[in-house]
């Protein structure tokens, strides 16, 4: 069956880094994009953006443009998610997520929680 | 961009009664690009409905999505305790951002 495992939850100081990876298996990774997703807690779900494992492209949602870079390693079927200069509106948790059919997500991750505190 | 608005923002029901959430959408979702989504507490959105009206693997036949424009229902036909729970509406378009989300409409014990 499809299993998206993700990284353990991260604590950054503001300004800082953090990358979150997301280990694949049950599926052809190449095959299926892998979007990010992220909520804040007791709030809604925001779509980050998606990379195409087999070619590497990628499209990022306007308002992570400058901060975000989503990447991918076919060989250990692991895609990962890097966001820059995190603030404390970053602390949220992180997931990712297969892309199927009709465009809709269909296997989702256990979620990364990210916290921001100095 | 389209907004996707979901009524109401809570439904208080007893098991076994029927569930019935609305999304609406600003402009007409093309081709039909509208998923449903289930998120209990603590854990990950789980896939219901693709296409409007496709149920995902697994999922059972109590639940079913309908519409097509900008109006879309997911019904619960008889509610049982593990479907107490925050559902979201979600659509695709081709002008970014891709992928819209709903507000959720949290569906609780009555």
């Known amino acids: 069956q499809v299993q998206l495992v993700q990284s353990g939850a991260e604590v950054r100081k503001p300004g800082a880094s953090v990358k979150v990876s997301c280990k694949a298996s049950g599926y052809p990774f190449s095959g299926y994009y892998m979007h990010w997703v992220r909520q804040a807690p007791g709030q809604g779900l925001e779509w980050m953006g998606r990379?195409?494992?087999?070619?590497?492209?990628?499209i990022y949602a306007q308002k992570f443009q400058d901060r975000v870079t989503m990447t991918s390693d076919t060989s250990i079927r692991t895609a990962y998610m890097e966001l820059s200069r995190l603030t404390s509106d970053d602390t949220v948790v992180y997931y990712c997520?297969?892309?199927?059919?009709?465009?809709?997500?269909?296997?989702w991750g256990q979620g990364t929680l990210v916290t921001v505190s100095s | 961009e389209i907004v996707l608005t979901q009524s109401p923002g809570t439904l208080s029901l007893s098991p076994g009664e029927r569930a019935t959430l609305s999304c609406r959408a600003s402009?007409?979702?093309?081709?039909?690009?509208l998923a449903w989504y289930q998120q209990r507490p603590g854990q990950a959105p789980r896939l219901l409905i693709s296409g409007a009206s496709s149920r995902a693997t697994g999922i059972p036949d109590r639940f079913s999505g309908s519409g097509s424009g900008t109006d879309f229902t997911l019904t619960i036909s008889r509610l049982e305790p593990e479907d107490f729970a925050v559902y979201f509406c979600?659509?695709?378009?081709?002008?970014?951002?891709?992928?819209?989300f709903g507000p959720g409409t949290k569906v609780d014990i009555k």
């Open positions: 997520a297969r892309g199927g059919v009709a465009a809709a997500l269909d296997d």
């Open positions: 402009q007409s979702v093309s081709g039909n690009y």
């Open positions: 990379i195409n494992p087999n070619s590497g492209g990628t």
């Open positions: 979600q659509h695709y378009g081709d002008s970014p951002p891709l992928f819209t």
